[in-house]
């Protein structure tokens, strides 16, 4: 049995990842405010278990009681493999700094950054004695290593969610049982994020036009490939631990 917990798996990348996940006897928990019906009815057609946790992880002081509630000892007692995918995602503020607010500033960091840390670290607790693999895929952007007119709070919280994935894994070596762990950037991945870059203004981002461009040419990817294809890359043994990784340069 595996255990996939995934974060935003209610809708887009992360609903793509639910999909790819649930089966065999794998149990999947998915951490989002929302939930998704169609992915319960999915649950139905599937052998693994599949649970949908409501919560808002911007509400970091909690994600390590919720660790603690939802990888219940007895499943890794049974598990080969456990991950940890940091998935969930908000573009909001898209718009130049000196427009933004220091509450705005502050809820992106919660969710894009602070939450996959504090994530990571109560993983990394509960996990210490788990003899199997331990992977954590944190999903970034090309934004981390690329600055956008407009996306300045954005670009800076996975910037620092690469950084954070290079110095645990550099924590991670010399342990017995070491974690893997990386980001990666998903590309241009049709999902309702893509929808609302489309519906914002040029004032607030420059670089919208490129973007409505590659949707009505049809070069979105779709979110069932990349989701599929990270998790095989996850896996891969040319996938190094601490790597910063491009969907679209693998
Ligand atoms: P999306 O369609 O907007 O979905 C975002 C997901 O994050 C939803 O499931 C949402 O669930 C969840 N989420 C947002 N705020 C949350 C909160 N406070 N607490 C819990 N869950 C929350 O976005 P996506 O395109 O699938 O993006 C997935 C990841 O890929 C993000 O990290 C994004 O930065 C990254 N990415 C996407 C693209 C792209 O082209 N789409 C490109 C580069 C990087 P609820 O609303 O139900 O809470």
């Known amino acids: 049995m595996n255990i996939y917990i995934i974060t935003g798996g209610s809708r887009g990348l ?28 999915l649950q139905s057609k599937r052998v693994g278990k599949f649970i949908q946790c409501q919560f808002d992880i911007s509400n970091i002081k909690e994600l390590d ?8 000892d ?8 456990i991950t940890l995918i940091n998935n969930a995602g908000i573009l909001h503020p898209m718009k130049p700094a000196e427009s933004c607010t220091a509450e705005e500033f502050q809820h992106i960091l919660a969710v894009n950054t602070l939450a996959p840390m504090a994530l990571t670290a109560a993983f990394l607790r509960k996990t210490a004695k788990f ?4 992977y954590i895929l944190n999903i970034s952007s090309g934004a981390g290593n690329t600055s956008y007119h407009g996306w300045a709070a954005y670009s800076t919280t996975k910037a620092a969610l690469n950084r954070f994935t290079q110095s645990v894994a550099f924590e991670e070596e010399g342990k017995d049982n070491p974690a893997k762990i990386i980001s990666l950037a998903p590309g241009v991945v049709d999902t309702d994020m893509q929808e609302e870059i489309r519906n914002s203004n040029e004032d607030n981002f420059k ?3 490129r973007f409505r461009k ?3 040419y049809g070069h979105l990817s779709n979110p069932n490939d990349v989701a ?3 998790l095989q890359w996850l896996i ?3 996938c190094e631990n601490g790597g910063i990784y491009d969907i679209r340069n693998l």
């Not at 649930?22 to 951490?31: A, G, M, P, T, Y």
């Not at 009681?65 to 219940?72: G, N, R």
């Not at 003899?131 to 331990?134: A, C, D, I, T, V």
């Open 214 to 216: 590659l949707k009505n």
């Open 65 to 72: 009681a919720l660790i603690d509630q939802i990888l219940d």
């Open 228 to 230: 599929y294809k990270a």
């Open 14 to 41: 992360g609903a793509a990842f639910v999909s790819a996940t649930l089966r065999d006897s794998n149990k999947v928990i998915s951490i989002a405010r929302t939930r998704n019906e169609e992915l319960d009815k």
């Open 131 to 134: 003899g199997g693999e331990k």
């Open 207 to 209: 670089g919208i036009e």
């Open 74 to 81: 007895n499943d890794i007692i049974q598990a080969s493999t």
């Open 236 to 238: 891969d043994e040319q």
